[in-house]
C-alpha cells in the first residue's frame, strides 16, 4: 500500500516533520542504508590503509593525491543533473497515475443513457461495464507487475470473471500482433448501438455522449501503454547514474583526512569519520534513489501505485451503479433549511472559533480615503483639465494648483480680466432667437440676479450653442464684419451701409453714440452683464416685431452685420463654462447701445419648432 502521511502532517508546527523521520516503510534509510554502509566501509578501509600500511613517501604521493582528486570534485555538476532528472521523473510519475482509466465518468453516463429496468436493459449495462473493466484490466496486466502476478495468464482473467470463455475465443481468435487491451472497448460501441437500435437509449446526443465517455477511457489506456513503451532517454539517465557514482568515487580519496604535520591547507583537522561527506552523500544518492523508485510507479515498491486497489475499487462500484443504483432515488423531502433564507449548518465546539471570524468582503473593503477626495468632479471639468494638460507641459498643473491655492490679484489684473469678459460677452442677440442656456456647474459663477458672470484668473472654456431652425426659409447667407474704428477714419460707404440697414439717422446715430460711452464707463466698473437667452414665451412675443436690426455697440474693434433675409442659424458664445441644461433661462437684458463696437442683427420671425446642439472645446454636450 501507498505509504500516506498526510494527516500527520495536517497542521504545521513545531518540528512538524521530525515525527517522520522515525518512519521506516517508504522511507530513505530503507532505500538508501546498502549503498551508505558500502561508501563508509569503503571510507575506512582506505584510510586505514593511509593511516598504518603506507610508508612515508607513498603517504605523500597519495596526500598529493587527495588534494588533486578534491579540486576537481567540484568540476562535476551534481545539483544540476540530479535536479533537472528528479523534475522531469516526478512530472512524469504523477501524469501516469492521472492516465489511470477510472470508470466513474462512464458508468454515470451509462446509468442515465441507457434505460429499461427488465431483465435486458440490466444485462446490457452489466456487459457494457464489464467490458470496460476488461479493457482497464488487461491494459494493467501489460503495464503493471503486480497486477501480472495477480492475473498471468488469460484463464484467470477469465476464472476471476472479467471475462467468458465465448468471449475469450472471440478475443483470442482475432490475431494482431499488437496489444489487444482495444478490443472489449470495441464491443462495448457494438453494444451501444444495439441499444440505440432497440429504443433503450432514447437519442443520438446520449449515444454521442456515452462514446465520447468511453473514447476518454480507452484514451487514458493507451496513454498508460506508451508510458510504459516510451521510457526516459537512456542516454540521460546513464549521465545522471554516472556522475553520481563517479563523484562519489573521487571523494573516496579525495575527503580523506591528511596528516595535520604536513601543512597541507585546508587540512589542519584531524578526524576519524568524515561527518559532511557523509551527509552530502546520505542528500545526493538519496536524490537519485528517488528517481528509481518513481521512474516506474507501476512495480511493487513501498510508493509505487496500488493497481490491484485501483482494480477491484473500479469493478466493484461500476457494477453497483449500472446495476442496483439503476433507478433507485430515495423519497424527496423538504431539507432543513426549506423556510430559511440564510441557511447556516451547525458548527461543532472545536470548530466554533470559525464562526467568529467576519467574511471577507475584499482586499479594498477596509481602505481608508480621505473625505475631500470623495466627491464625483463634473465632467466638463475633467475634459477642460484634459485639455489644457494636453497642449502644455505636465510640470504646469502643480504650477496651476499654486496659483489657485494663492490669493486672486484683483488689485492690478481684475479690472483687465473683467473688461475682457465683457467685450467676449457683447455679442448681442435679437430678442427674437429661441431659447439658449449655458451649463455651468460652478456655484460661484451661477447667474444672479444681477445677471453677472465671475472673472478671475481660473481658465474658461468657450461654449457654443447652435439652433438649426427646421424652416423652408433660406438660411443665413452672409455675415459682414465692419470695422467700428474704419467708419471713424472716414468709410462713408460702411457708415452708409449700417445707417441705411438700421434706418436711422445722423444725429439719433450721435446721441446714441454718446449714451454708449457713458454706459460702456459705468461697465467697465461692474461684473459684464450676462447674455442668456429669453423664456420661449417671450420670445414667441418678440419675434413677431420688425426684423429690423438692433444696433448695439461696445468697445469691441468690430460688429457684425446681418441682412434680414438671412435666418435659419445663429451662434452664441460665452467664455464662461456650460450651465446645467436644466436650467430656468433667465431674461435676455436689452442690449445697450454706445460704446465703439456696432453689431446688427435681423432675424426673421417665425414659430417653427427648434433643435438645439451643443458644441464644446473638445467635448460636445448633448442637447436638449
Known amino acids: ?79 544540476f543533473v540530479l535536479g533537472f532528472y528528479v523534475t522531469l521523473v516526478v512530472n512524469r510519475w504523477w501524469s501516469q497515475y492521472t492516465s489511470i482509466p477510472l470508470p466513474d465518468r462512464l458508468m454515470c453516463v451509462l446509468s442515465g443513457g441507457l434505460q429499461g429496468s427488465d431483465e435486458r436493459g440490466r444485462l446490457l449495462r452489466r456487459t457494457m461495464m464489464r467490458y470496460a473493466s476488461l479493457s482497464a484490466l488487461l491494459i494493467l496486466r501489460s503495464v503493471s507487475t503486480a497486477v501480472f502476478k495477480r492475473f498471468p495468464t488469460m484463464d484467470h482473467v477469465v476464472e476471476a470473471g472479467f471475462m467468458s470463455r465465448d468471449e475469450r475465443k472471440k478475443f483470442e481468435g482475432l490475431h494482431s500482433p499488437y496489444n489487444k487491451y482495444w478490443i472489449p472497448c470495441v464491443w462495448f460501441t457494438n453494444l451501444a448501438a444495439v441499444a440505440r437500435c432497440e429504443g433503450r437509449i432514447k437519442d443520438d446526443h446520449t449515444l454521442k455522449l456515452l462514446l465520447e465517455e468511453l473514447n476518454g477511457f480507452r484514451g487514458k489506456c493507451s496513454m498508460l501503454f506508451h508510458y510504459d513503451m516510451i521510457s526516459v532517454p537512456l542516454v540521460y539517465t546513464q549521465v545522471v547514474t554516472l556522475a553520481v557514482y563517479s563523484f562519489f568515487l573521487v571523494c573516496l580519496i579525495g575527503r580523506q583526512f591528511l596528516d595535520p604535520s604536513q601543512g597541507y591547507p585546508g587540512h589542519d583537522l584531524d578526524l576519524y569519520v568524515p561527518i559532511f561527506t557523509l551527509l552530502q552523500f546520505f542528500f545526493y544518492a538519496g536524490w537519485l534513489k528517488v528517481a528509481e523508485q518513481l521512474i ?33 432515488l430515495p423519497m424527496m423531502e423538504r431539507d432543513r433549511y426549506w423556510n430559511d433564507s440564510n441557511p447556516r449548518p451547525p458548527y461543532t465546539a472545536a470548530t466554533l472559533f470559525v464562526l467568529r471570524k467576519p ?40 504650477f496651476n494648483r499654486l496659483l489657485s491655492a494663492a490669493p486672486s490679484p484683483t488689485g492690478f489684473m481684475g479690472g483687465a480680466l473683467r473688461r475682457t469678459s465683457a467685450q467676449l460677452q457683447r455679442l448681442r ?111 414667441r412675443e418678440l419675434s413677431t416685431q420688425s426684423a429690423s436690426a438692433i444696433p448695439f455697440t461696445s468697445r469691441h474693434p468690430s460688429a457684425f452685420v446681418f441682412h434680414p433675409a438671412a435666418h435659419s442659424s445663429l451662434e452664441h458664445c460665452s467664455s464662461q463654462p456650460a450651465i446645467n441644461q436644466n436650467r430656468a433661462p433667465s431674461v435676455i437684458p436689452k442690449p445697450p447701445f454706445g460704446g465703439n463696437k456696432m453689431s446688427f442683427l435681423t432675424v426673421p420671425s417665425y414659430n417653427e419648432p427648434s433643435r438645439f446642439r451643443s458644441v464644446s472645446m473638445g467635448s460636445e454636450l448633448p442637447g436638449s
Not at 469493478?315 to 439503476?326: G, H, I, L, N, P
Not at 466627491?375 to 477642460?384: G, K, M, N, R, Y
Not at 489644457?388 to 504646469?396: A, I, V, Y
Not at 458672470?453 to 472654456?461: A, D, H, I, R
Request: with cysteine; charged share 25%; proline share 5%.
Open 1 to 79: 500500500m501507498t505509504v500516506t502521511y498526510t494527516a500527520r502532517v495536517a497542521n504545521a508546527r513545531f518540528c512538524g516533520f521530525s515525527k517522520l523521520l522515525l518512519a521506516w516503510k517508504g522511507s530513505i534509510y530503507k532505500v538508501l542504508y546498502k549503498e551508505f554502509l558500502a561508501f563508509f566501509a569503503m571510507y575506512t578501509a582506505i584510510s586505514i590503509t593511509y593511516r598504518f600500511l603506507l610508508y612515508d613517501d607513498q603517504k605523500r604521493y597519495f596526500e598529493k593525491l587527495a588534494i588533486y582528486c578534491n579540486h576537481y570534485a567540484s568540476l562535476i555538476p551534481m545539483s
Open 296 to 328: 516506474n510507479p507501476f512495480g511493487e515498491d513501498d510508493d509505487d501505485f496500488e493497481t490491484n486497489w485501483l482494480i477491484d475499487r473500479n469493478f466493484q462500484v461500476s457494477m453497483m451503479a449500472v446495476d442496483e443504483m439503476y433507478g433507485d
Open 359 to 398: 467574511s471577507f468582503q475584499g482586499s479594498t473593503f477596509d481602505m481608508a480615503i480621505p473625505k475631500e477626495e470623495m466627491h464625483f468632479q463634473p465632467l466638463e471639468d475633467i475634459a477642460e483639465n484634459l485639455e489644457e494638460s494636453g497642449g502644455r507641459h505636465p510640470n504646469m498643473d502643480l
Open 429 to 539: 442677440h435679437s430678442p427674437s432667437i429661441d431659447q439658449c442656456t449655458s451649463d455651468d456647474d460652478d456655484d460661484s459663477g451661477k447667474i444672479g440676479k444681477g445677471g453677472s458672470l465671475p472673472s478671475g484668473l481660473e481658465t474658461q472654456s468657450t461654449v457654443c450653442s447652435f439652433w438649426e431652425e427646421k424652416s423652408a426659409r433660406t438660411p443665413l447667407l452672409e455675415v459682414q464684419f465692419v470695422a467700428a474704428q474704419e467708419r471713424r477714419e472716414g468709410h462713408p460707404a460702411v457708415n452708409k451701409e449700417v445707417r441705411r440697414v438700421e434706418g436711422k439717422s445722423d444725429e439719433e446715430w450721435q446721441i446714441r453714440e454718446e449714451s454708449g460711452k457713458a454706459e460702456s464707463t459705468r461697465e467697465e466698473t461692474q461684473t459684464p452683464v450676462s447674455l442668456l437667452p429669453s423664456s420661449p414665451q417671450s420670445s
